[in-house]
């Protein structure tokens, strides 16, 4: 996968993304990163990217020009038109769905809005996709990014490692993940369950499954329902079982 960061803060992706598990995916050449200044396209000497808006209002917008022809730049350089993302509160949530969907792809822009936004017409020439992680407002679209890059990656064969996989997360089946545990046996006064000790990988798996059924049923009502539809033979099996 190699992502591509239309930012006004290329440093901030840079350092955000060069540490742990994604940093190690761009060493082992799994992932690249390509963060592109959005300044080193303004058409002026001083380098500004943002202006008033009309009708007014508080606070600037960047210009269309700037971000088209960072955008043209990049898709030029590659071999058929990229998905461009971008990053806004105005987006549908972003879901370990759509990050599955996105991993398939072999490039992605990513488009990082600052100050109020970006001008709507270059919006509606660029973009194919708006993504939002949430129903908040954050300062800019890179932190945003970062989050969808993330979780894009770990999606990436051969980034998390050594048969780790990212199937048993929380929502890769539509449940979040049952508890886990590791040494030592007794702590705090806390036990592990015996039954993580039995060695019964048949049992354990039964008790893992109805532990996440009840943790998605105490904790995510919605997704529960949502799984239930899907699965109407699971009924019962989180029944009476406390998570917690
Ligand atoms: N930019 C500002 N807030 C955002 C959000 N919640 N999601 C995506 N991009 C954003």
């Known amino acids: 996968m190699r992502f591509h960061v239309l930012t006004l803060f290329p440093e901030m992706i840079e350092q955000g993304l060069s540490t742990s598990i994604t940093g190690r995916a761009m060493q082992k050449g799994l992932v690249s ?37 960072a955008c043209m730049s990049v898709q030029s350089r590659l071999d058929r038109p990229a998905r461009v993302v971008y990053m806004t509160p105005q987006g549908s949530i972003f ?35 708006e993504i939002s992680i949430g129903d908040y407002v954050l300062t800019g679209g890179e932190l945003p990014a970062m989050v969808v890059i993330d979780t894009i990656s770990r999606l990436i064969p051969g980034v998390l490692g050594n048969g780790v996989s990212a199937d048993t997360d929380s929502f890769m089946n539509g449940l979040l993940e049952y508890p886990q545990y590791s040494r030592p046996e007794i702590w705090r ?51 009476g079982k406390k998570s917690r």
């Open 33 to 69: 990163l390509d963060a592109v200044n959005i300044r080193d396209y303004a058409d002026n000497k001083h380098r500004k990217v943002d202006d008033y808006t009309y009708g007014g209002g508080a606070g600037m917008l960047m210009q269309a020009q700037p971000v088209y022809d």
């Open 95 to 129: 879901t370990q769905q759509k990050a599955q969907e996105l991993a398939q792809e072999e490039d992605l822009i990513i488009l990082c809005g600052h100050y109020e936004g970006i001008d709507e017409r270059v919006l509606e020439e660029v973009v194919t996709d």
């Open 189 to 239: 006064g806390k036990q592990v369950p015996p039954i993580l000790l039995s060695g019964d990988h048949a049992k354990v798996d039964r008790w893992r499954k109805e532990q996440s059924l009840a943790r998605t049923r105490e904790r995510r009502p919605d997704l529960y329902r949502k799984y239930m539809e899907e699965h109407p033979e699971a009924e019962g099996g989180a029944k």
